[in-house]
């Protein structure tokens, strides 16, 4: 019972917080506009790929970059916990590390998909019909989220200092983009790109989300999803494990 | 016996913050343990709290085992961190909500059961600020009301005035005082203040380097000394002239001040004066628990300051910025 209660006390949390914190979502949508607008438009003079606009095929995937960077990031909030004692006060308290996690998950998710929809109502600006299945997009970034959330949250766990945290996931979240596919075509590439761009789950969001909005792709909308679910679950297993296993 | 502490031992590698503690404290009784910086006071109480693994030894608190009924012993026991630990981004009110939601305090009661601790504490009309702009004794005092919101039978409470100004001390003082007395709750708490514990605890725990090394009231502790003290600033001392007086019971030199235990003070004092050379001041009082304290750990007591008052954390570690 009081892990119910706990996963929603948790969830409310971070939602009061991220509300609270309005300049934080106004420079989260800031910075993929620019790139839409500065590097779409920039390249998009030149540059198109097949029949669309660069511009307009970037746009998924700056979609995707946004719930990464912003997901990946949240897991700052894990090391702000611990050095203001806060984590402590959840874990003295009667409910499972599990739930903790989960609850931190969903405050994530709720940020991210927050973004997403910034961003997502600048789609006709870009070239993009709302005819799209607004219902499928929502359902992939969710999975996709939960996943990213999850890798931040396990780093998280692990550093001691926000300026560490900061370090290391810049090292995450670069390669993460670059390697997704976000701003250009995953057909044609060299081998060795290739096993990186596969190997990245990111790649099958932006190949999702690409699908349903722009009606290409590279993997398929059924392998993305069943690649996409196992990142989560697999993601979901290691963060609960790596909250059990945290230290004060 | 609410708390049954059986060998309790804590190493962090090869150092042994904890070290094969054995005490236990009655139903309504306040414990105050007292020792310098490192002592293990937070580590013992985490070990209670069930935040942190025993290495050996084990504790009942409430009928039950630390290590094996960590949700029980959770749900007993209220907590209030050496340092800050609300959310500031939240108001005061939100995060007692939070805690009674953590907690599965039931809807029906929650409400109210927020709002009586509030009262308690003083802070119904401060309810909806933000803790960030809470002063840090009204961040402490939300922080006791959320350690008792949910009706623990045993309250932990770690450091509870460090670095509050005597006034807002005094108030929490008060609080905790009638906590004990209309709740019959019992309490441990850790302190850097002699005044806070003489005048807070049933019976005192003076821990160093790991180890209890004496455990009574306060009465019997000083009473125990033997004496009265007189406190000396002198420069040379003779300390021989001093060794030859059998009444003299202890002499502790440190700098220029020396501090006699003295058996009835008052009848040799002029004779102490006369042998020991020349005085610059001269002090003599019935024992106090600082006396106390130097005599078992060696250590001045009001030299003893956590590293960063709350205050000074609560101003520092403003979260999310
Ligand atoms: N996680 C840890 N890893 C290694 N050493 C630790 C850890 N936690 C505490 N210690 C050490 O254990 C000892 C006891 O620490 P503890 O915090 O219990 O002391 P304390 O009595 O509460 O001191 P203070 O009055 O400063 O709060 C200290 O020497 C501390 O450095
Ligand atoms: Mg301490």
């Known amino acids: ?248 | 016996m609410i708390i049954e502490i059986e060998n309790l031992t804590k190493r962090f590698g090869d150092f042994v913050a904890v070290d094969s503690v054995n005490f236990s404290i009655q139903e309504g009784e306040v414990l105050g343990l007292l020792g310098p910086n490192g002592a293990g006071k937070t580590t013992t109480l985490h070990m209670l709290a069930t935040l942190l693994k025993p290495t050996s030894g084990t504790a009942v608190v409430n009928g039950y085992d630390i290590s094996k009924e960590s949700a029980l012993v959770r749900k007993s026991i209220g907590i209030v961190f050496q340092e800050p630990s609300s959310d500031d981004l939240l108001t005061g009110y939100e995060n007692l909500k939070l805690h009674a939601l953590l907690y599965g305090v039931p809807s029906s009661v929650r409400k109210k059961r927020i709002e009586e601790v509030l009262r308690l504490v003083d802070l119904t009309d401060r309810r909806g600020d933000l803790v960030k702009h809470y002063s840090g004794g009204m961040r402490r005092r939300l922080e006791i009301a959320r350690g008792l919101l949910h009706n623990p039978k045993i309250l932990f409470l770690d450091e509870p005035t460090l670095g509050l100004d005597p006034q807002t001390r005094e108030h929490i003082w008060g609080y905790i005082e009638r906590l004990v007395e209309e709740q019959r709750i019992s309490i441990v708490i850790t302190t850097h203040y002699m005044e806070e514990a003489d005048r807070l605890c049933d019976r005192i725990a003076i821990i160093d380097h790991g180890k209890i090394v004496v455990l009574d009231s306060p009465e019997s502790l000083k009473r125990a000394l033997g004496g009265d003290i007189i406190r000396l600033e002198i420069k040379q001392p003779d300390l021989d002239a001093l060794k030859k007086l059998d009444y003299v019971k202890k002499v502790d030199a440190r700098d220029a001040t020396l501090s006699l235990t003295v058996i009835d003070a008052r009848s040799h004092l002029q004779e102490v004066l006369a042998v020991v050379g020349r005085v610059e001041s001269v002090e003599l009082h019935p024992p106090s628990l600082e006396d106390v304290f130097l005599n078992y750990t060696g250590r001045e007591f009001r030299e003893q300051e956590a590293e960063g008052g709350f205050w000074e954390r609560a101003m520092t570690m403003r979260a999310r910025k």
């Open chain 1, 1 to 248: 019972m009081s892990e119910l209660s706990g996963l929603y006390a948790l969830w409310e949390r971070e939602f009061r917080i991220f509300l609270r914190e309005r300049s934080r979502i106004v420079s989260s949508a800031i910075n993929p506009l620019l790139w839409l607008f500065v590097f779409g438009g920039g390249l998009g003079s030149q540059v198109s790929v097949g029949n669309l606009n660069y511009q307009t095929f970037i746009y998924p995937g700056v979609v995707v970059m946004t719930v990464l960077f912003s997901s990946i990031f949240y897991g700052a909030y894990v090391v702000w916990d611990k050095r203001l004692d806060f984590l402590k006060e959840v874990l003295v308290a009667p409910i499972s590390r599990v739930t903790i996690f989960l609850g931190k998950v969903l405050g994530g998710v709720t940020d991210g998909l927050i973004q997403a929809t910034i961003l997502l109502l600048f789609a006709p600006i870009f070239g993009i019909t709302y005819g799209l299945n607004l219902t499928l997009v929502y359902a992939f970034l969710f999975i996709l989220v939960i996943g990213l959330v999850s890798v931040g949250l396990v780093i998280g766990s692990m550093m001691e200092s926000p300026e560490g945290f900061g370090l290391i996931i810049s090292f995450v979240n670069f390669p993460l983009f670059f390697l997704s596919g976000a701003l250009y075509p995953l057909s044609n590439l060299p081998t060795w790109l290739t096993i990186f761009t596969a190997a990245n789950p990111v790649s099958y969001g932006v190949d999702a989300i690409r699908a349903l909005m722009l009606g290409t792709h590279t993997f398929g909308i059924f392998v993305d999803f069943v690649v996409l679910l196992m990142f989560a679950l697999l993601m979901i297993a290691i963060g609960s494990l790596a909250f059990k296993r945290m230290k004060l």
